[in-house]
């Protein structure tokens, strides 16, 4: 059966429900069953951003993805990646933007945080950030970690551009396209970690 759990994190204002939305055009494209569940801290910019959501097959039953079920932590922020390890399956992928949103006075060493990371297994490590601005600007970073995460999303590519496509639809075709070059940058980043 093709499903995938994914944990989707960050911090408000970093597009972590825009990546969600993206998610969700795809899927309903492949007639696939979808749920979701988010959680906004301090309902703020700057606050921690999460997002439960489950992709499926066949009908699911909760929103909420188990301790040690989700497949992936697609993360836009590198703390925010480390809080929801305890979710993910033995198998599962982590992916993080390496570049920290301080958002706190104690925010940990950079370094420590980059270790605890790639210490895991299978992850992806990418300055999301710079490969946004490489592209025209850091506000498209979020579809860089979309792009970043593809492979390890259970859904067809094509479906996961038609969804930019369709939440940046009434922006105007600069913006769509703007997004899909940052996503095929993602793409091509985590291909080439992975190679």
């Known amino acids: 059966m093709r499903k995938t759990d994914i944990i989707l994190a960050g911090v408000g204002g970093q597009g972590i429900l825009t990546i969600a939305a993206a998610l969700g055009y795809a899927s309903l494209a492949e007639n696939l069953h979808v749920k979701q569940s988010e959680v906004h801290g301090m309902s703020q910019r700057g606050g921690a951003v999460q997002s439960h959501f489950r992709i499926s097959e066949k009908p699911v039953a909760s929103d909420l993805i188990p301790s040690g079920y989700a497949d992936l932590i697609l993360s836009v922020e590198p703390m925010e990646s480390l809080r929801y390890l305890p979710y993910l399956c033995e198998e599962g992928w982590l992916?993080?933007?390496?570049?920290?949103?301080?958002?706190?006075?104690?925010?940990?060493d950079i370094e420590k945080i980059k270790n605890a990371v790639t210490a895991f297994p299978k992850h992806i490590w990418i300055d999301a950030d710079a490969i946004a601005k490489g592209v025209g600007s850091v506000k498209y970073s979020n579809m860089v970690m979309l792009g970043a995460a593809a492979s390890f999303i259970h859904l067809n590519t094509d479906s996961l551009r038609k969804g930019i496509r369709m939440i940046f639809r009434k922006k105007g075709e600069e913006m769509i396209e703007a997004n899909l070059v940052a996503f095929e940058a993602g793409l091509a980043e985590a291909s080439g970690q992975l190679s």
């Open 95 to 108: 992916v993080t933007n390496s570049v920290p949103f301080v958002n706190i006075s104690q925010y940990p």
